[in-house]
């Protein structure tokens, strides 16, 4: 099987243009029950992405990876039911909340596990994949070596994220609220309410880290996205099943034109793997050519080791 290429739409006609450019499987959800969606998909939203994506051909994964607080059971408990009949591929959760409810609810969902910096070794991946987690997206502060040695003995499907940001601290505390609240600078709090377009800003570094606030709290954001496109042949070799791109704060057109890109790599390594060596350089400038402004692109920890 071809490795799967999974993204992060943002509106109903993104879906579209995605489909369209070669995406096999879509991250949805809702903000509550989902942290740091690249776009809030509510419930008969939720309906109408998941038919247009089956109706594709294509799959579609809803993501319930929130940290939840017992206050927050009841609507889960609905919020899965709900879910459950709209047939999605799988859900996506962070910790074994999720995984009590769809036995205690009987329900017939499959499981993917994200739990963002805790997937870090095989033992994990097999623990969960036993408790009906067939698939685990692998922490983004390994190295390259570390993901392989982990997909040779993990007995369950990996995923890696090889395009976007990181996230690098998350608070339920409103810390850009809080900010302009001490600075006695409430007129500022409702203005950036929601506000993704904020930064911290490191002069020693000359370097920009979004920061933003939802309903989940406060989120501070890596200062360059991981760009792993060079790295695509051993991934794939190493026995990966999924490689994701994620499109958090970024524009639908940068997003589309990044999963084409990978579209074009994957179909080349597949069809001709000569061809897929020589031209693997220029797939990096490629993006290279269309990042953002003031936001450059890395190998994130592919090639370090996290020091915690």
Same mark, same amino acid.
């Given at each position: 099987m071809q490795v799967e290429l999974v993204v992060t739409p943002k509106s109903i006609e993104h879906i579209y243009e995605l489909i369209n450019v070669g995406a096999d499987s879509f991250v949805i959800g809702e903000e509550k029950f989902a942290l740091r969606l690249a776009c809030e998909f509510k419930k008969e939203e @939720?309906?109408?992405a998941i038919d247009i994506i089956h109706q594709a051909g294509k799959k579609a994964y809803v993501s319930v990876n929130k940290i939840y607080h017992n206050k927050d059971l009841a609507s889960l408990v609905e919020y899965l039911k709900y879910v459950e009949k709209l047939k999605p591929?799988? %859900? %996506?959760?962070?910790e074994p909340t999720i995984i009590t409810v769809v036995r205690e609810e009987n329900l017939n969902l499959k499981l993917q596990w994200d739990p963002h910096t805790l997937a870090t070794n095989s033992y994990s991946c097999n623990?969960?994949?036993?408790?009906?987690?067939?698939?685990?997206? @692998?922490?983004?502060? =390994?190295? +390259?070596?570390?993901?392989?040695? %982990?997909?040779?003995?993990s007995s369950y499907e990996i995923e890696v994220q090889v395009q976007g940001m990181l996230c690098m601290f998350q608070s339920t505390r409103? =810390? %850009? /609220?809080?900010?302009?609240?001490y600075n006695k600078k409430e007129d500022y709090?409702?203005?950036?309410?929601?506000?993704?377009?904020?930064? =911290?800003?490191?002069?020693?570094? /000359?370097?920009?880290y979004p920061i933003f606030e939802d309903s989940n709290g406060t989120h501070i954001m890596s200062a360059k996205d991981i760009c792993? +496109?060079?790295? @695509? /042949?051993r991934l794939i070799k190493s026995g990966v099943?999924? =490689?994701k791109i994620d499109g958090i704060l970024k524009s639908e057109k940068y997003i589309t034109e990044v999963t084409t890109i990978y579209r074009d790599a994957i179909d080349l390594y597949y069809e001709n793997f000569e061809d897929y060596q020589e031209e693997?350089?220029?797939?990096y400038n490629d993006i290279e050519l269309i990042k953002p402004k003031y936001r450059d692109i890395d190998l994130g920890f592919f090639n370090k080791k996290t020091i915690y």
């Open positions: @939720l309906k109408r591929d799988a %859900i %996506i959760f962070g623990f969960f994949g036993k408790r009906g987690a067939y698939r685990t997206c @692998l922490s983004k502060e =390994l190295t +390259i070596e570390e993901i392989e040695n %982990i997909a040779k003995k409103k =810390l %850009i /609220d809080n900010y302009f609240l709090v409702e203005k950036y309410k929601n506000n993704r377009k904020l930064f =911290l800003y490191s002069k020693d570094r /000359d370097e920009r792993a +496109i060079e790295y @695509l /042949d099943a999924a =490689l693997k350089n220029d797939f």
